[in-house]
């Protein structure tokens, strides 16, 4: 197929955004969001095109398209593969969410919050589809510009606190990985990812590299110590925001272990294992306990969050096929329910301007659909079977009982503790004596808000169900990803001896 | 001889224009906006002039003029910038009252001193050309004579820089006691790493070189001359100068110095670290927006002789890229500066920045490009600028200016943070007067669009500059 489908998909965002951008000031700017639904939605369709015609019996990269960029240096090439199809299909269902969410949460200056969207939409997309690591590099540090923005000038007010904190976190660890890059260029002679991972980058050199690149990843993850951006960020960002945020913007992280830590040094990742396990461990149950002490419902989530990208990365490192489907799997799923949850939060802020737990309760007698959306994805995060979100922990544990007992035993713990906060929550919040009067006058959830939570619930339970459509995607690659792995440690092993 | 003349087109014609505008400038009355049209033509027209030269190289007078691609580069680089950095600030000149006949003119004098900067091939020409424009610019600094503080901060430019230019004049002499000629390959030949003495004078020249770029420690003045000049001037100053200065600085490295360029080498790094840390965490602290653009300045110096610091081929190419793009990202930051009027007056401080958000969108948003650039982030220019740096720097394995420098990225990231943040959070207490100043308008644009769309095509400017060192 000739039709450059990937770059179209990339950059469909960032055009429709400048349509917005020169379509007239209007009342209620009612043609800038249909615009910007539009071009999100097309983009859905082409991924869902993309996905459908993708060949999952292949594990090689498809759809690839490579130009010359910079001369004898860098080529722009981009491909996907059952893991990262995954992702631009999660990015593209996830934003047309958040734009529809905007035409309640958003008062001011909605068109450049629409064009920031779009933006961003386009640098996520392509962070999943590049194929050479400097292209990644680009597509990863140009999505700080659009969130740094959401946050600081649509946030609350903390927001310039949140959002500097945001982008200095993030652009610390990531400028290190610009040296590992650069680094590998000078080592290999090439930054295209499927040339690197036929060369194998020498073993001496691998640690510092593999460190390089974690440093930039356990910040985007996040992971602990270097999770503390991330509950400021989601309290000041606007609903939005906080949904790109955690649904999508954190899987660049996961992602990037995928892609890059695992295949490109191999040797590093066995070598770092327990490094990995034991900050992932750390992060499951000591943020599950902060977020127990909360009082702010937007926190809460958002060290919920770091909890359950402390499975992923524990996943991800067991380094089984179990534990990496489930980190994916993991991934989509909290995409889904925290992008739900959040927007649940959204709901009630927008009605009653707060976010404080105290102010809440018993909301089940006159917000009686909501609660129920609530309750759906209170349980789904807290991995209800028939939920995504017992699956991808359930998957993740059966990897890590295979590599280390005593991990997956404090792994299980954290489950425990995961269904202590969020049922806590929903108990505090849906439940209980009306303590607020305001609550008593509070409309329930209007078409708009029942259509966007609805089809997020769908899909958390059509995929708790029915697993298979995304486990067969991912099947081959994944394979194909752990026998590379096995394979270069008993290469290197060999060589040793 | 005088057929071989041709070689030196530009400046025989940007000489003879100079004479040509000074006469109409003093036998005209009220003559500024004449002078300064016409200023606009020659320099279009010297523009042509190199474009159309031919590309080989060639030396006349002795072999001390040399006319060759990479100085003809510089030179259409001055010349471009000059002509935004004149043109965006007619408006303001008439505002601030310093529109004198003589300012254009003084400006084309510094210009034909940088010239022959660029096409010396030999210690005096070299001398000349730098004292030529050095004087221009002293004069420039104080234009406003009736400021004290423009008048000050000439006074202090003119003592600064004089004692640098003698310690060079002395690295000049010595240089030339220690290999008995003045010709810069014959230097490179007589030179090597038993001539103690000659470190000496490579050490005074550097020391002349690194004032003229406001390297650290030799920066002192770059803050208050900055801000003392009219904004006009020091849109100048910010640019072309350097642009200027550091073409030499690559120059003696290929040529006169390239046999003890270890001893050179470790100079340019202690430089560049010491004003990639300075322009950084100094900036943090700044008020005024135009003191922020100068330790600013500072620092992307610092990051431009990180590229000359590795010493070879793909080094220098990185620097030129790089100080290219600085070139189009200041004019676009300094455009931005003749907008902010409040009732007549310009305003300077960044706080009253806040509010141009929902007044001007457009000049709002292309000053974000402009400062995200400035720290950059990808996908815009000042990304590659530095990428390009950093592939040099990391090729010649010298692990800690590269660290130094992306720690130094992050530092400086969080001072043009705050200006943005100003820019797009602070609610606004000041209402900026309507935009009159079409041209630094389009200039601002020109320059916003240049630094989003480089990544389209990212080798353009590499195409260019790999063709400067063929011989």
């Known amino acids: ?497 | 001889m005088i057929l071989n003349l041709n070689i030196m087109l530009p400046e025989v014609f940007l000489t003879l224009s100079i004479f040509g505008i000074l006469m109409i400038g003093v036998f005209v009355r009220n003559s500024f906006s004449l002078v300064f049209n016409l200023t606009t033509a020659i320099i279009l027209i010297t523009i042509a002039i190199i474009l159309n030269s031919p590309n080989n190289a060639e030396k006349i007078f002795l072999e001390s003029f040399i006319r060759d691609n990479f100085s003809n580069f510089f030179k259409v680089l001055i010349l471009i910038s000059t002509l935004f950095v004149l043109n965006s600030s007619k408006a303001f000149i008439f505002d601030n009252k310093i529109n004198k006949f003589e300012y254009p003119i003084i400006i084309l004098i510094s210009i034909l001193g940088m010239f022959f900067m660029l096409s010396s091939n030999d210690l005096i020409l070299f001398y000349l050309g730098l004292e030529m424009q050095s004087l221009a610019l002293y004069i420039l600094a104080s234009i406003d004579r009736d400021n004290t503080r423009s008048t000050e901060s000439g006074l202090k430019y003119f003592v600064l820089s004089a004692l640098s230019s003698g310690l060079l004049l002395y690295g000049c002499s010595l240089l030339y006691g220690f290999t008995g000629t003045t010709n810069f390959e014959q230097i490179a030949d007589q030179l090597n790493k038993e001539n103690t003495g000659s470190i000496f004078a490579m050490v005074f020249i550097l020391v002349g070189l690194a004032f003229k770029v406001s390297a650290v420690p030799f920066h002192m003045w770059t803050p208050d001359v900055y801000e003392g000049a009219p904004t006009s001037i020091t849109s100048f100053f910010a640019v072309v100068p350097k642009v200027a200065g550091l073409a030499l600085l690559i120059k003696f490295m290929l040529i006169p110095f390239k046999n003890i360029l270890f001893e050179w080498q470790s100079i340019i790094i202690f430089i560049s670290i010491a004003s990639m840390i300075l322009g950084a965490v100094a900036a943090i602290v700044q008020k005024n927006i135009k003191r922020l653009l100068a330790y600013s300045s500072i620092g992307h110096i610092g990051y431009a002789l990180a590229g000359v610091a590795t010493g070879v081929l793909p080094g220098y190419e990185s620097t030129i890229v790089y100080i290219t793009i600085y070139v189009v990202m200041n004019i676009g930051a300094f455009s931005c500066l003749y907008l902010m009027k409040k009732d007549g007056e310009y305003r300077e401080n960044i706080s009253d920045l806040s509010g141009i958000s929902k007044k001007h969108p457009i000049l709002a948003f292309s000053f974000l490009i402009i400062l995200f650039s400035l720290a950059g982030i990808p996908p815009l220019a000042g990304f590659f600028a530095k990428f390009y740096i950093f592939a040099a720097v990391l090729e010649q394995e010298m692990y800690v200016l590269a660290i130094v420098g992306l720690l130094t990225t992050v530092i400086s990231a969080f001072y043009y943070l705050k200006v943005i943040k100003t820019i797009y959070f602070d609610d606004s207490s000041i209402i900026f007067d309507p935009i009159k100043n079409k041209i630094a308008q389009i200039t601002v644009l020109i320059s916003c669009s240049i630094l989003i769309s480089f990544f389209l095509y990212p080798s353009f400017l590499n195409n260019i500059v790999n063709t400067l060192f063929v011989q």
Not at chain 1, 355 to 380: D, N, Q
Request: proline fraction near 3%.
């Open chain 1, 1 to 497: 197929m000739n039709f450059p489908i990937l770059s179209t998909l990339i950059f469909l965002p960032i055009i429709s955004s400048l349509f917005i951008f020169l379509s007239k000031d209007q009342k209620n700017n009612f043609s800038s969001i249909y615009i910007s639904l539009f071009g999100s939605i097309a983009t859905l369709l082409l991924s869902l095109f993309l996905w459908y015609s993708m060949d999952l019996s292949s594990s090689e990269f498809q759809f690839i398209e490579e130009k010359s960029w910079i001369n004898n240096f860098i080529k722009f090439k981009l491909g996907v593969d059952g893991i990262s199809i995954l992702f631009i299909v999660l990015t593209t269902f996830i934003t047309p969410i958040c734009i529809i969410s905007c035409i309640n949460s958003v008062k001011d200056r909605i068109k450049e919050f629409l064009i920031a969207i779009l933006v961003l939409e386009t640098f996520i997309i392509g962070v999943f589809c590049s194929l050479d690591l400097v292209i990644f590099y680009l597509f990863f540090e140009a999505g700080l510009i659009p969130m740094f923005l959401i946050i600081g000038v649509w946030g609350g007010p903390k927001r310039v606190y949140s959002a500097f904190k945001f982008f200095l976190f993030t652009l610390l660890g990531s400028v290190l990985m610009l040296v590992a890059i650069i680094v590998i260029y000078w080592l290999t002679g090439t930054t295209d990812i499927t040339s690197i991972y036929e060369i194998k980058i020498p073993k001496d050199y691998q640690n510092l590299l593999w460190l390089a690149f974690f440093s930039s990843f356990a910040v985007k993850t996040p992971m602990w110590p270097v999770h503390t951006w991330l509950p400021d960020a989601h309290v000041e960002a606007p609903t939005a925001g906080s949904v790109i945020l955690a649904a999508i913007l954190l899987k660049m992280a996961g992602y990037g272990f995928l892609r890059f830590s695992i295949p490109m040094f191999p040797f590093a990742s066995e070598f770092f294992t327990p490094l990995v396990f034991t900050l992932s461990i750390i992060a499951i149950i000591y943020t599950s306990l902060v977020a127990l002490m909360q009082d702010d419902m937007k926190k809460l989530i958002a060290y919920s969050s770091v909890a359950h990208m402390g499975y992923v990365t524990l996943g991800i490192f067991t380094l089984t096929k179990q534990g990496i489907e489930g980190s994916i799997y993991q991934m989509i799923s909290h995409g889904l329910i925290s992008a739900a949850l959040f927007l649940c939060v959204g709901v009630v802020y927008d009605r009653l301007h707060s976010r404080l737990i105290s102010k809440y309760g018993g909301l089940v007698t006159y917000l009686p659909k909501y609660s129920f959306l609530f309750l759906v994805f209170a349980l789904a995060a807290l991995g209800l079977p028939g939920t995504t979100g017992f699956l991808g922990e359930f998957l993740i544990l059966t990897g890590a009982f295979q590599k280390n007992y005593l991990f997956a035993i404090l792994a299980t713990v954290g489950v425990v503790l995961g269904a202590a906060y969020m049922l806590w929550l929903t108990k505090r919040v849906i439940f209980g004596k009306v303590i607020n009067e305001d609550i008593k006058s509070l409309k329930d959830t209007n078409r708009l808000e029942i259509f966007m939570l609805t089809s997020l619930a769908f899909f958390v339970v059509f995929f708790g169900f029915y697993p298979t459509p995304l486990i067969e995607t991912l099947n081959v690659s994944v394979d194909n990803l752990i026998n590379n792995y096995e394979q270069s440690i008993i290469n290197i092993s060999i060589a040793n001896k």
